[in-house]
């Protein structure tokens, strides 16, 4: 079992920077794909990024690409988001999300290949 504590969220302005992070429990963080999604206010979730489990294969969503970056750091069972330049329609709550065990290179887009999700931190962007 896996269990995954999101932190960093909060009330920022446009044009601001946050840095998202997740910490995973258990041994076999080193062997999951890492992702994080998103879901706003009556919107279904969504894809923002994704990290190979040894960090070395990296996916973003169109709609951040240049703005977010996706890390890991195995050695601190944590993942981070950092989003730059934040938009009011980056406004959502962020899901830290672990694959089952893998020895893929993969990092996969699609939510259904994640067996465990966080509760969720709110990011707020005010214009």
């Known amino acids: 079992q896996v269990q995954l504590v999101e932190s960093g969220g909060g009330l920022v302005q446009a044009g601001d920077s946050l840095r998202l992070s997740c910490v995973a429990s258990?041994?076999?963080?080193?062997?999951?794909?890492m992702a994080w999604f998103r879901q706003a206010p009556g919107k279904d979730r969504e894809f923002v990024a994704a990290i190979s489990s040894g960090g070395g294969n990296k996916n973003y969503a169109d709609s951040v690409k240049g703005r977010v970056t996706i890390s890991r750091d195995n050695t601190k069972n944590a993942v981070h988001l950092q989003i730059n330049s934040l938009k009011p329609e980056d406004t959502a709550v962020y899901y830290c999300?672990?694959?089952?065990?893998?020895?893929?290179?993969?990092?996969?887009?699609?939510?259904?290949?994640?067996?465990?999700w966080g509760q969720g931190t709110q990011v707020t962007v005010s214009s």
């Open positions: 258990g041994r076999t963080f080193s062997n999951r794909v």
């Open positions: 999300a672990a694959s089952p065990s893998s020895s893929s290179y993969a990092a996969y887009i699609s939510e259904n290949k994640y067996s465990y």
